[in-house]
């Protein structure tokens, strides 16, 4: 009966484990009722629905938009599952606990052996005392008690009284006495009951957590990602932004919508939130990166002036230690995160790109600045699609030009279609192709310049080719009473320039403003002139080409009221 007994001891602790690993089973259905990305897009409905409406007016669907809206479905789908946030740690590793536990346990053992003994079921109390006879009472001090009149004792107690019965005890005078299974029995019941209500216990803390996680409809909306300030869904702005993952995946959408998450992943770890608040302290490096003016479409400019790294203090400062150009790196994008907010607008048929002018000038082939270069390119590359409508490259040595040639074949058509390389003596007229002379600063050929107090971007600029060794004159009209301001700049110098005022009367004298003068390398690459008058007539700008190559001119003029000049 003992061993009886010890066996349902022992089986109550097995019937909880049980229970509670049937409800920690019941998690992955509550997860299944959340489908994955690829599974949620494979229940949205596709565009053959459009494609068969289309077809029955003869009007083919474009397949950059069908692209598109597959894309917006994915992200939304995306968006559900909480995929754009970044993977959770790794959780820490277990073999270092086990062993801990293990010698506590061993621990708490060892410093409490009697609370063991005292925690044994009584089985285990009838062995123990069964293997020590010597301490047995003396069979003439036992007597057979009256179970009927007597209150049943504690179960240590009653279980050496059978076998004292046996032994000394008449077999006439013995009694049933209560089974010593009867305690055993009894706590093994008891184990029954805390089991049960354990079991309850789980099942009102779990169920309503796998209901709700069962439940086909979330009670949280999906989290709103923002990109440069744009939602990935439900904004007018938000298809520019998807293009451009598309555009830079050649329209294929799973390949793009991995781009989109790594982007947006890598925003949160990089935090450029943050970043935007942040103030670096490098003001040395606004003559490096800056932007100036727009092109001929309308795209924001920026310039990269990598021959002001000449300046070793600079240089040193940028790219002196891994800390510097780990700063640098976080200027870099710093600066192009605040262009994209300020100067692309994502609009429906905005500008949400920009142009890129290089000048490799005097720009270092060697040194430290290579590595974060290199790191800057490819988070540029990564997280920074299709920003770049066009690269021009100006002042280009020969060498950068032999090695383009080589990097060439790596390159896709769709990229090689937006660099321009141009040598030191073509670089102005380069600019000109995409950008409006008005728009280029005067370090690279044009005539933009900041705080001019007569001009501006808004004032056009006019180009004249004048052919070798000849003359080009170019008449100013002029008012009665007016002022008349011009400035004029001739590309690759070499010239003589003078200007003259001739009045419209016929017996008028002309009057020189600017004695015909040589214009050498070194001059001011901008004349600036402005001449009263006080009667009606004309400003001549007369310049000659001395050389035997042709010569570009860009100039431009006000004529201002007289009573408002000064």
Avoid at 36 to 65: F, G, H, M, Y
Avoid at 170 to 199: F, H
Avoid at 223 to 237: R, T
């Amino acid at each position: 009966m003992a061993e009886e007994t010890e066996t349902k001891a022992h089986e109550a602790p097995p019937a909880a484990e049980v229970v509670v690993a049937e409800t920690e089973e019941k998690k992955p259905e509550a997860e299944e009722a959340v489908p994955p990305a690829d599974e949620a897009a494979a229940t949205v409905p596709e565009s053959t629905s459009l494609e068969e409406e289309s077809n029955v007016v003869a009007e083919p669907v474009d397949p950059q938009k069908r692209a598109l809206d597959e894309l917006k479905q994915l992200v939304q789908a995306a968006l559900s599952n909480n995929e754009f946030n970044p993977p959770p740690p790794p959780p820490a590793p277990e073999k270092e606990e086990l062993p801990v536990e293990e010698e506590e346990a061993k621990h708490a053992d060892a410093s409490a052996p009697a609370s063991v003994e005292e925690s044994k079921p009584p089985s285990e109390t009838v062995s123990a005392q069964e293997a020590k006879p010597a301490e047995a009472p003396a069979p003439a001090s036992v007597e057979v008690p009256k179970p009927r009149s007597e209150p049943v004792p504690a179960p240590a107690e009653r279980s050496l009284e059978p076998e004292v019965v046996e032994e000394h005890a008449s077999p006439v005078n013995k009694e049933p006495l209560p089974p010593p299974s009867q305690p055993a029995e009894e706590k093994a019941a008891a184990a029954d009951d805390a089991t049960a209500k354990t079991v309850k216990t789980i099942e009102e803390a779990v169920g309503p957590a796998a209901a709700e996680d069962v439940s086909p409809a979330p009670t949280a909306p999906p989290e709103e990602v923002f990109i440069w300030g744009v939602p990935l869904v439900g904004d007018e702005k938000t298809d520019a932004v998807l293009l451009k993952f598309l555009r830079a995946r050649d329209f294929k959408v799973k390949d793009a919508l991995a781009m989109l998450k790594d982007a947006v992943i890598w925003r949160k770890q990089f935090g450029i939130e943050a970043l935007l608040e942040e103030d670096l302290g490098l003001p040395e490096l606004d003559k490096v990166v800056f932007m100036h003016g727009n092109d001929k479409e309308g795209h924001p400019v920026c310039y990269n002036v990598y021959g002001e790294f000449q300046n070793k203090e600079r240089y040193e400062k940028a790219f002196g230690d891994t800390d510097k150009r780990r700063k640098f790196l976080k200027w870099r994008i710093q600066y192009l995160e605040k262009g994209i907010m300020e100067h692309l607008h994502f609009t429906p048929g905005g500008i949400s790109s920009m142009v890129q002018v290089t000048d490799l000038r005097n720009s270092p082939r060697l040194g430290k600045h290579r590595q974060v270069t290199k790191q800057a390119v490819t988070l540029l590359q990564d997280n920074y699609p299709e920003f770049i409508s066009k690269k021009v490259f100006i002042n280009v040595p020969w060498w950068y030009l032999a090695v383009n040639r080589m990097m060439s074949p790596f390159f896709t058509q769709r990229t090689k279609s937006k660099f321009v390389f141009a040598g030191p003596s073509k670089s102005a007229e380069t600019l000109f192709k995409y950008i409006a002379p008005e728009q280029v600063p005067v370090a690279f050929g044009g005539l933009s310049k900041a705080k001019d107090p007569d001009f501006s971007t808004a004032d056009v600029v006019t180009d004249v080719s004048i052919k070798p060794s000849s003359k080009q004159t170019i008449e100013i009209p002029a008012t009665e009473t007016c002022l008349v301001v011009w400035e004029l700049r001739v590309l690759g110098c070499e010239v003589s320039y003078g200007a003259e005022f001739t009045p419209s009367a016929a017996d008028g004298y002309t009057v020189i403003v600017q004695k015909n003068r040589k214009l050498a390398a070194d001059d001011e690459p901008v004349i600036k002139g402005s001449f009263k008058n006080g009667e009606p007539g004309k400003v001549f700008l007369n310049i000659e080409n001395l050389t035997s190559k042709k010569k570009l001119v860009l100039y431009r003029y006000k004529v201002k009221s007289s009573t408002g000049s000064t």
